[in-house]
């Protein structure tokens, strides 16, 4: 293999998992395309190399892995030069096994060594034998790694990386490490720069990202970055995830309540009702706790959707702890809810507790939740019928309803609407002011054409980057197990233990 093979070469990652995973595929397309890798055609034969970024925490994640691993081997044993890389947090968690399983894999990296993937890469078509390197700690904070994002008008921007909390159902901690903070400098050059880019939306990331603060000793940093977002020219819209109960502190409220570009929407994960639950899960809050902050966000932003995580049949759940759930989910009205059935995760406390509940039990109960929410979500998004939101379009096409094509995007409040634009164009990024005239439990509809659009710099980055010449090879490389910002989300119900970046 010559150098030269090296910059023709396409490739494709497949993302499983959580928001922050899907901002290190960011980074590992950035990273490979720096190297002169291209990315494959969405509808070709196959990459030259393909790499999963894997989740350790959904159900069933490593028969995932092994069984897309699998359909690969033939398509690799026809194509000699065609190279396999498994990262992630089940490469951090299960290391060397992969290969013994899997011995066609590459490449193994960990979560902490992202920058290291074309150099392994390399090594492996150099030395032709796996390379498996998987870093303890942190070397550099990934965001000063090259990225190559989906959107053009919306970014993720990592604050934070690493979790200080011990929950006893999640792994997380072990495969990203402590906490560590970024400097508020830093992220805020970050956001001008990608403001400058025609970015009008972003979503601060972080485990637990209100956190944020902890590692460089100041208890109200987060509140205080989001009000320098606030004074940030052109950047229209703020959004972060997930931040934790024991963490959400009054002057957060008041910075989102008081800065205009910070959206009037919160994703709060609950993960129980029962107090004491909550105390077997090792979560540093009570009802009563979690109850009183969703009573003083909507004191300060009445109109504020909520949302949450909730993990049904942790180890001895009794029907009164499941009760105690149901009425959390009634007090709190939540837009929607992220459901999830317990499982064991291996090298979790909670895998080792006692009071383990049948499966049986475990779906009745999950089943009576999500009836509950449904109920719930249906008639919250029933109150915003007449009301007139702002839409920022989202990318994908649109359908057409007969003749009348419609296009999707999020209002403020990060509810899904479907609208029709009328006469004017409306590129990705755009802002529509449009009338709601029907609620499902799960999107809006405007039947009517936009009120008005206002075409933004956002649109104009898209446009650009859409009409720019394409380079050879390009196409959808970066396949996405969640969507990117603005982007319909899944339907909230899913089985497993809950999800890593909202905790």
Not at 9 to 22: A, K, L, P
Not at 189 to 197: F, G, H, I, R, S
């Amino acid at each position: 293999m010559t150098a030269q093979d090296t910059f023709t070469r396409s490739y494709e990652i497949r993302t499983f998992g959580c928001q922050m995973n899907v901002h290190d595929s960011e980074r590992m397309a950035g990273l490979l395309e720096d190297a002169g890798y291209v990315r494959a055609p969405a509808d070709g034969d196959g990459a030259d190399v393909v790499v999963f970024n894997t989740c350790a925490v959904r159900e069933n994640a490593d028969n995932r892995l092994y069984g897309n691993l699998g359909q690969l081997a033939p398509k690799k044993a026809a194509h000699p030069g065609m190279q396999i890389a498994v990262g992630g947090c089940l490469a951090q968690k299960d290391r060397d096994t992969i290969v013994r399983k899997a011995p066609w894999v590459d490449v193994v990296f960990g979560t902490h060594n992202v920058g290291k993937l074309p150099v392994l890469l390399e090594r492996a078509r150099v030395q032709e034998e796996a390379q498996v390197e998987i870093a303890e700690s942190l070397e550099a904070f990934p965001s000063t790694l090259p990225t190559r994002r989906e959107s053009a008008y919306a970014a993720w921007v990592s604050v934070s990386v690493g979790c200080n909390n011990t929950c006893t159902f999640c792994i997380v901690p072990q495969l990203r490490g402590k906490e560590k903070d970024r400097r508020p400098g830093d992220i805020l050059a970050e956001v001008e720069a990608l403001v400058d880019e025609g970015v009008s939306e972003i979503t601060l990331l972080g485990q637990n990202v209100n956190a944020y603060g902890s590692d460089i000793g100041d208890r109200e940093a987060f509140g205080k970055l989001l009000r320098a977002c606030g004074r940030i020219e052109g950047l229209e819209r703020v959004r972060f995830t997930s931040p934790h109960p024991r963490d959400f502190t009054d002057d957060v409220i008041a910075a989102m309540a008081e800065t205009p570009n910070v959206m009037p929407q919160l994703h709060m994960p609950l993960q129980s009702g029962s107090s004491r639950v909550l105390k077997a899960m090792r979560r540093s809050y009570r009802q009563e706790r979690y109850l009183e902050i969703i009573e003083k966000v909507r004191a300060a932003m009445p109109d504020a959707a909520i949302s949450t995580d909730i993990i049904v049949g942790f180890p001895g759940e009794t029907e009164e702890d499941f009760q105690e759930t149901l009425h959390v989910v009634r007090e709190a009205r939540f837009a929607q809810a992220f459901t999830f059935q317990y499982s064991k995760r291996p090298g979790t406390p909670a895998a080792e507790m006692d009071g383990q509940l049948p499966k049986a039990v475990v779906q009745e109960r999950y089943e009576r939740l999500v009836e509950l929410q449904e109920e719930i979500s249906w008639a919250e998004n029933k109150k915003q019928l007449g009301r007139t939101v702002e839409v920022m379009a989202a990318e994908g096409e649109g359908r057409k309803d007969g003749a009348t094509r419609r296009l999707s995007g999020r209002a403020t409040d990060n509810r899904l609407v479907h609208f029709t634009p009328g006469e004017d164009a409306v590129r990705p990024g755009d802002l529509a002011t449009v009338e709601i005239t029907y609620a499902a439990p799960h999107h809006l509809l405007a039947e009517g054409p936009a009120r008005s659009v206002r075409r933004t710099r956002a649109g104009d980055a898209w446009e650009r980057r859409n009409s720019a010449p394409q380079e050879p090879g390009s196409g959808s490389g970066v396949l996405l197990g969640l969507p990117t910002v603005g982007a319909p989300e899944p339907q909230p119900a899913a089985t497993g233990t809950g999800s890593c970046g909202s905790c």
